[in-house]
């Protein structure tokens, strides 16, 4: 592995093939590993053509989700299933509600307010309206395999 390939963006720690993390035991360190990634945030923007987005587990796991205009009314950004939001946290994140993740939704002067919803197992708490020109931040918990809770912590006006 060359130094370049060691700071690509959103890797933490770059776990060498043929490893499997595991939750416990002496391989611990490679969970922690495969955790870190995790956390490293991960932008991605999505086009709000339409009144509808179904953001990727992907999306929704790297932490900041920019929305950006063509939205022809308000419209409703649907998160992705539980069982598909812990598949992406990977094998290690904890499933007893002690893990949580910070993510952030910018409505980026789509021109209409953008409401989340929630997919399948997913559990939303608080105010869910992003208005235009706003940052919402919720704080996302792994509260078993099938149960994630992302709760608001806040908004800023941009």
Do not use: C, H, W
Not at 20 to 47: C, E, H, R, W
Request: glycine share 12%; hydrophobic share 40%.
């Amino acid at each position: 592995m060359n130094f370049k390939s060691f700071l690509r963006p959103a890797i933490v720690f770059p776990i060498p093939l043929g490893i499997t993390p595991d939750k416990t035991g002496a391989n611990g360190l490679f969970g922690l590993m495969q955790n870190m990634n995790k956390y490293a945030i991960t932008p991605s923007s999505v086009a709000s053509a339409g009144t509808a987005i179904t953001l990727t587990a992907a999306q929704l796991v790297g932490g900041a989700v920019q929305v950006n205009t063509g939205a022809s009314g308000g419209f409703t950004i649907t998160t992705p299933t539980a069982s598909g939001i812990v598949a992406e946290l990977g094998d290690t994140v904890p499933l007893d509600g002690t893990f949580s993740k910070q993510i952030d939704i910018v409505n980026n002067n789509a021109g209409q307010t953008g409401t989340l919803t929630a997919g399948t197992g997913v559990t939303l708490v608080g105010t869910l309206t992003i208005a235009t020109d706003t940052k919402r931040s919720f704080i996302m918990r792994t509260m078993s395999s099938a149960a994630v809770t992302i709760t608001n912590i806040g908004s800023l006006s941009l």
